[in-house]
């Protein structure tokens, strides 16, 4: 099973900064992953997938890069509603496996 | 408006069952593989298995295997899971998810919560 290794664990910022999460994989995915965006009580959110590519409706402010084993999630300028846990998962190897999250925070 | 509902959950204890469903609507569920998730309280995300569009290929976690059956039916747009010899450790919120280049969820449920305690 691939385990996916997300840092830091909570993310301290304020609106307008700049947020960059990291996921790294115990082996090479390739491009195969996506990052994902939930809050309580809320469904997740698909942001990202193939490392790179945004999902319809995803604002330009989220970004996604990297490839085999590092990933990153840069938020380029935090909004209110972006207060949130995030995920990465990978669809490289079965079973699919979900890293444990970033939450961040005010 | 693409959508998913699950309904189902509730409270029982360990050993019992329990089937959930996921009613689709807004897209062509007939052409759609997908999957179940959960999180457990104070958790992450769980991918717990997953379900081609025709019923013909099922891929489950570890964890489930062998309890767990998932199954579909097309003519009423609607996927159900059958949980068998439920443990402490599958409560959880379980949310289905529409699946996007077979292993990425583009369109999740609200969710629906199992708590198995005795």
Redesign the interface.
């Known amino acids: 099973e691939i385990v996916l290794t997300q840092s830091p664990a909570t993310l301290s910022l304020s609106p307008g900064e700049r947020a960059t999460l990291s996921c790294r994989a115990s082996q090479s995915v390739s491009s195969?992953l996506?990052w994902?965006q939930?809050k309580p009580?809320?469904?997740?959110?698909?942001l990202i997938?193939?490392a790179s590519n945004r999902?319809?409706g995803i604002p330009a402010r989220f970004s996604g890069s990297g490839s085999g084993t590092d990933f990153t999630l840069t938020i380029s300028s935090l909004e209110p509603e972006d207060f949130a846990?995030y995920?990465c998962?990978q669809?490289s190897n079965?079973?699919?496996?979900?890293?444990?999250?970033t939450k961040v925070e005010i | 408006q693409v959508q998913l509902v699950e309904s189902g959950g509730g409270v029982l204890q360990p050993g019992r069952s329990l089937r959930l469903s996921c009613a689709a609507s807004g897209f062509t569920f007939s052409s759609s593989a997908i999957?179940w998730?959960r999180q457990a309280p104070g958790k992450?995300?769980?991918?717990v298995a997953?379900i081609s569009y025709d019923g013909n290929n099922k891929?489950?976690?570890?964890s489930v295997k062998g309890r767990f059956t998932l199954s579909r039916d097309n003519s009423k747009n609607t996927l159900y899971v059958q949980m068998n010899s439920l443990r402490g450790e599958d409560t959880a919120v379980y949310?289905c998810?529409k699946d996007?280049?077979?292993?990425?969820?583009?369109?999740?449920?609200?969710?629906t919560t199992v708590t198995v305690s005795s």
């Open positions: 195969y996506a994902y939930h009580g809320q469904a997740p959110r698909l997938y193939h999902a319809t846990v995920y998962q669809r079965w079973p699919l496996t979900f890293g444990g999250g | 999957h998730v992450g995300l769980e991918w997953l891929y489950y976690a570890d949310y998810a996007r280049d077979l292993g990425y969820m583009d369109v999740w449920g609200k969710g």
